[in-house]
């Protein structure tokens, strides 16, 4: 963390889940953060989430497509952590030319921002396993073919590849980390728009039943998001990262099912019942899918750290005792 120290840096999309907890740990590090959200509605923003660092960061409430405006905040910062944008599938079906905009428009324009102010500045993308599609094997790896099966992975798909062209073309430092299912404080919870995790835990929580599409047999994989956010940190700083894509995952998959059970084990309460697809999800399904973190470990030494059911257990502790900021 030392080389964060006295650091300027840029998050777009900073008061969101992974954003505001990556902002967190950069002010204990001794960075100099500023954040830019639009604090749209689906997006999961929350200017709570910055709580414990609120005095020490800038915030700019304002869209990351304005050109003039990125320009601005770009200038003098040693890393843009480009963050922001949609990730929920089914949304981006119902309204995909919103989707083009958050997940192509906005990191596209943080990107020409710094080809035309700090060519210096290192980018960091949060990219995502949607853009495989359906796995031909298990576990995704970087050389697996990209065929998304919905708007979302697709300009997901495009916003890192806009990275990767950056890089190649300009020499800009870029780097894309694939995500898979993220979970932790500070999501969002009230709905699916970040994923079914943020949804299972308020229910829980409420001792509501949870629903699972399927047969709950599909296999996901999951970081906790202080993992994340140290993967973010290292494609920072590490040379060996520079102008690639890579995917990161957990220590190893679980069923919906599994997944549902340990956190009902924690709440001790709710329940769940196993129900079929709803026809706008079973188009877009993907079955069982869970990624290799193997190629970014070998560069980096990056590995998750973070159980299951330890980052569930900080997870609802940390929702029972903020709960009305975020229901």
């Known amino acids: ?16 889940f992974i954003g505001s907890n990556l902002a967190i740990r950069l002010v204990q590090a001794g960075a100099s953060v500023s954040i830019i959200d639009s604090l749209a509605p689906s997006c999961g923003g929350n200017t709570f989430n910055i709580n414990p660092v609120r005095n020490d960061v800038e915030v700019t409430e304002a869209d990351c497509c304005d050109l003039d405006l990125m320009r601005r905040l770009v200038r003098g910062k040693s890393h843009v952590f480009n963050l922001a944008g949609h990730v929920s599938h089914t949304e981006s079906m119902k ?54 099966v919905d708007v979302n992975g697709v300009n997901k798909m495009a916003g890192e590849w806009y990275h990767i062209v950056y890089n190649r073309a300009y020499g800009m430092w870029t780097v894309s980390l694939r995500l898979v299912n993220t979970f932790g404080p500070r999501q969002l919870v009230t709905d699916a728009r970040q994923g079914f995790v943020g949804l299972f835990i308020r229910k829980a929580i409420d001792g509501e039943e949870i629903q699972i599409f399927g047969d709950g047999q599909q296999l996901r994989g999951f970081n906790y998001v202080d993992d994340v956010v140290d993967a973010l940190l290292i494609a920072g700083i590490n040379e060996k990262a520079k102008g690639d894509y890579f995917n990161l ?79």
């Open 249 to 327: 995952g957990g220590p190893r998959p679980f069923t919906i099912q599994n997944f549902v059970e340990s956190l009902l084990r924690l709440t001790g309460r709710g329940s769940f019942r196993i129900v079929p697809f709803p026809e706008e999800n079973k188009s877009i399904d993907i079955g069982s899918v869970y990624s290799s973190w193997a190629k970014y470990n070998f560069l980096t030494n990056w590995a998750p750290r973070v159980s299951l059911d330890e980052g569930l257990a900080h997870t609802v502790e940390y929702y029972q005792r903020n709960k009305s900021h975020y229901w």
């Open 95 to 148: 309204d995909p030319f919103n989707d083009v905009r958050m997940n192509c428009m906005g990191p596209l324009t943080a990107l020409e921002a710094c080809k035309l102010e700090n060519r210096e500045a290192r980018v960091i993308y949060s990219g995502t396993r949607q853009a495989y599609g359906r796995p031909d094997v298990l576990p995704l790896v970087e050389t697996h073919p990209l065929r998304p």
């Open 1 to 16: 963390m030392d080389e964060y120290r006295g650091q300027k840096v840029l998050i777009t999309g900073g008061l969101g």
